[in-house]
C-alpha cells in the first residue's frame, strides 16, 4: 500500500499510539494538539513528523483519524471541514457510533465511523505506545452512501496496524459495547459507589486493605476516566438503559435465589457464567 499523509486530531493514548504504528509504517503524520507542547513532545516521540494546534495542517492530508473526546468529535469535524481536500476520508475512534455517525456523515460525506477496542487506563501523549491496537478488534460502521473506496482505503490501514477489522451498522454496534463495554464501567462504578456509601466505616477499611485481585479486575473500568464514562452514558443512552433493566432484572433473580435458599438454581447460573465466559474472551 502506497504511504499516506495522515492527520491525527488529538494527541492522547489513541491517537498518540495510532501516531507512532503509522509513523514506523512509512506514512507521513500530522498531528494537531490545542497544547503546544503536547505538539512538541508528540514529534519528538515521533508520533508526528509535523503537529501543531492549526488545523490549516490538515489541508492536505488524505485521512483523518478524530481522537478528541466523544462530545467534541461532531464540532471538531464542523470546525476543520471547510480546509480539507473533498477526497479526505475522515474517521473517529469513539467508543459511540449511532449519533457521531449520523451527524459527521452529513458534514461529510466521506466520513466512516471507527471504534478500535483497545486501551488502558492512562491518558496524554506519554500513555501512548507502540502495538496497542494489535491483534484487537477495530470496528468499522460504515452507512449505505459510504464510498467503497473510502472503506477499502480504512480497512488497508487498520490491518497495518494488526487489528482485527469488523464491519457493522452503529447501531449493532452501540447494542453489543453497551453489554461488553459501557455496561462494565457502570456495573464497576456502582460497585465502588455501593462499598464507599453504604459499609459501615469499619469494614470499609478492612475491605481496602484486603481486596486483591478479584476485586481489582471487577472494578477496573469502573475505576477508570470519569469523563469517558459520563460521554458513554450520554451518547449511548438508550442501549445502556437497556442492558441496565435487563441486568437489573437477572440481579433480582439471584437476590431472590439467595434469599430463598435455592442453591440448586444459583450453582446452575455459575456454571452457565462459567461455560460462557470463555466465548468472550480472546486467546
Given at each position: 500500500?502506497?504511504?499516506?499523509?495522515?492527520?491525527?486530531?488529538?494527541?492522547?493514548?489513541?491517537?498518540?499510539?495510532?501516531?507512532?504504528?503509522?509513523?514506523?509504517?512509512?506514512?507521513?503524520?500530522?498531528?494537531?494538539?490545542?497544547?503546544?507542547?503536547?505538539?512538541?513532545?508528540?514529534?519528538?516521540?515521533?508520533?508526528?513528523?509535523?503537529?501543531?494546534?492549526?488545523?490549516?495542517?490538515?489541508?492536505?492530508?488524505?485521512?483523518?483519524?478524530?481522537?478528541t473526546?466523544?462530545?467534541s468529535?461532531?464540532?471538531?469535524?464542523?470546525?476543520?471541514?471547510?480546509?480539507?481536500?473533498?477526497?479526505?476520508?475522515?474517521?473517529?475512534?469513539?467508543?459511540?457510533?449511532?449519533?457521531?455517525?449520523?451527524?459527521?456523515?452529513?458534514?461529510?460525506?466521506?466520513?466512516?465511523?471507527?471504534?478500535?477496542?483497545?486501551?488502558?487506563a492512562?491518558?496524554?501523549?506519554?500513555?501512548?505506545?507502540?502495538?496497542?491496537?494489535?491483534?484487537?478488534?477495530?470496528?468499522?460502521?460504515?452507512?449505505?452512501?459510504?464510498?467503497?473506496?473510502?472503506?477499502?482505503?480504512?480497512?488497508?490501514?487498520?490491518?497495518?496496524?494488526?487489528?482485527?477489522?469488523?464491519?457493522?451498522?452503529?447501531?449493532?454496534?452501540?447494542?453489543?459495547?453497551?453489554?461488553?463495554?459501557?455496561?462494565?464501567?457502570?456495573?464497576?462504578?456502582?460497585?465502588?459507589?455501593?462499598?464507599?456509601?453504604?459499609?459501615?466505616?469499619?469494614?470499609?477499611?478492612?475491605?481496602?486493605?484486603?481486596?486483591?485481585?478479584?476485586?481489582?479486575?471487577?472494578?477496573?473500568?469502573?475505576g477508570?476516566?470519569?469523563?469517558?464514562?459520563?460521554?458513554?452514558?450520554?451518547?449511548?443512552?438508550?442501549?445502556?438503559?437497556?442492558?441496565?433493566?435487563?441486568?437489573?432484572?437477572?440481579?433480582?433473580?439471584?437476590?431472590?435465589?439467595?434469599?430463598?435458599q435455592k442453591?440448586?438454581?444459583?450453582?446452575?447460573?455459575?456454571?452457565?457464567?462459567?461455560?460462557?465466559?470463555?466465548?468472550?474472551?480472546?486467546?
Open positions: 500500500m502506497n504511504s499516506k499523509k495522515i492527520g491525527i486530531v488529538g494527541l492522547g493514548l489513541i491517537g498518540g499510539s495510532l501516531g507512532l504504528d503509522l509513523y514506523q509504517k512509512g506514512h507521513y503524520i500530522v498531528g494537531i494538539s490545542r497544547s503546544q507542547e503536547t505538539c512538541d513532545r508528540a514529534m519528538e516521540r515521533k508520533v508526528c513528523h509535523q503537529a501543531s494546534p492549526d488545523f490549516k495542517l490538515l489541508n492536505d492530508v488524505d485521512l483523518i483519524f478524530l481522537c473526546p466523544i462530545g468529535i461532531v464540532p471538531t469535524l464542523e470546525t476543520i471541514s471547510s480546509e480539507l481536500s473533498p477526497s479526505t476520508i475522515v474517521t473517529d475512534v469513539a467508543s459511540v457510533k449511532g449519533e457521531i455517525v449520523q451527524k459527521c456523515s452529513e458534514i461529510w460525506p466521506n466520513f466512516i465511523g471507527g471504534h478500535p477496542m483497545a486501551g488502558t492512562f491518558v496524554g501523549i506519554e500513555a501512548a505506545q507502540y502495538n496497542l491496537f494489535k491483534n484487537a478488534p477495530y470496528v468499522l460502521t460504515p452507512i449505505e452512501n459510504t464510498p467503497s473506496q473510502s472503506l477499502e482505503c480504512l480497512k488497508k490501514i487498520i490491518a497495518q496496524l494488526g487489528s482485527i477489522p469488523y464491519i457493522t451498522n452503529p447501531e449493532e454496534h452501540d447494542c453489543a459495547v453497551a453489554w461488553i463495554s459501557h455496561l462494565p464501567v457502570i456495573v464497576g462504578a456502582t460497585l465502588l459507589e455501593s462499598i464507599d456509601s453504604k459499609a459501615p466505616s469499619n469494614i470499609l477499611e478492612l475491605a481496602q486493605k484486603l481486596a486483591s485481585t478479584g476485586f481489582k479486575d471487577t472494578t477496573r473500568v469502573g477508570g476516566n470519569p469523563e469517558l464514562g459520563l460521554m458513554m452514558a450520554q451518547y449511548n443512552r438508550e442501549a445502556i438503559l437497556d442492558s441496565l433493566i435487563k441486568y437489573q432484572q437477572v440481579l433480582q433473580e439471584i437476590t431472590d435465589l439467595i434469599r430463598q442453591w440448586n438454581a444459583l450453582e446452575d447460573i455459575l456454571r452457565k457464567s462459567q461455560a460462557s465466559r470463555p466465548y468472550f474472551l480472546k486467546d
